[in-house]
T-cell receptor
Framework: DVKVTQSSRYLVKRTGEKVFLECVQD?????MFWYRQDPGLGLRLIYF???????EKGDIPEGYSVSREKKERFSLILESASTNQTSMYLC????????????FGQGTRLTVV | AQKITQTQPGMFVQEKEAVTLDCTYD???????LFWYKQPSSGEMIFLIY??????QNATEGRYSLNFQKARKSANLVISASQLGDSAMYFC????????????FGKGTRLSVIA
């Protein structure tokens, strides 16, 4: 089975802290994605990566950065956490073929206080 | 511009009845894929069904079928014989085929199945 693992299920951080959310997939997928999910807003794409060291901004990249040094790992970084970044964060990965689904991690619920 | 539109924030359906969840999309790419995911209260994202833009027939997977109307740019999910376990959020998503494009989602529809 494909496995996408996010490092934490729940996280509480203070305003201004630098926060790292880690995501690891074990199926050699080319594509990896970071979304945030908020009630009524669905899943909004923050960043995605289609290869090692390659990244593309999604719809809401402000306040975030990413790192993909190895194919299996895609990290989301909140440079200076703010309360409006309190959300559920979902990582996903997929093969680079149109007709294949993306696989999701279990999500990280981040609270910034 | 929003590429995926789900106009029904919430839906109710009686157990054993069929229900249709609406999804419209916007793209100028002739080649694209459409996906539906289910998210129960546990939070996991479960892939349900896929439709390619060049597929001649509507996709079906068990009780799920996708009513694909290309000219209208709609990809509605039909769930037949609803069960209590179908109560969840449902998301429509699309990926265009023109190189290094992401999977984009709609805002979702919350389905509640009533006994």
């Amino acid at each position: 089975d494909v496995k996408v693992t996010q490092s934490s299920r729940y996280l509480v951080k203070r305003t201004g802290e630098k926060v790292f959310l880690e995501c690891v997939q074990d199926m050699d997928h080319e594509n990896m994605f970071w979304y945030r999910q908020d009630p009524g807003l669905g899943l909004r794409l923050i960043y995605f990566s289609y290869d090692v060291k390659m990244k593309e901004k999604g719809d809401i990249p402000e306040g975030y950065s990413v790192s993909r040094e190895k194919k299996e790992r895609f990290s989301l970084i909140l440079e200076s956490a703010s309360t409006n970044q309190t959300s559920m964060y979902l990582c996903a990965s997929s093969v680079d073929r149109l007709n294949t689904e993306a696989f999701f991690g279990q999500g990280t619920r981040l609270t910034v206080v | 511009a929003q590429k995926i539109t789900q106009t029904q924030p919430g839906m109710f359906v009686q157990e054993k009845e069929a229900v249709t969840l609406d999804c419209t999309y916007d793209t100028s790419d002739p080649s694209y894929g459409l996906f539906w995911y289910k998210q129960p209260s546990s939070g996991e994202m479960i892939f349900l069904i896929y439709q390619g833009s060049y597929d001649q027939q509507n996709a079906t997977e068990g009780r799920y079928s996708l009513n694909f109307q290309k000219a209208r740019k709609s990809a509605n999910l039909v769930i037949s014989a609803s069960q209590l376990g179908d109560s969840a959020m449902y998301f429509c998503a699309m990926r265009e085929d023109s190189g290094n494009t992401p999977l984009v989602f709609g805002k979702g529809t919350r389905l509640s199945v009533i006994a």
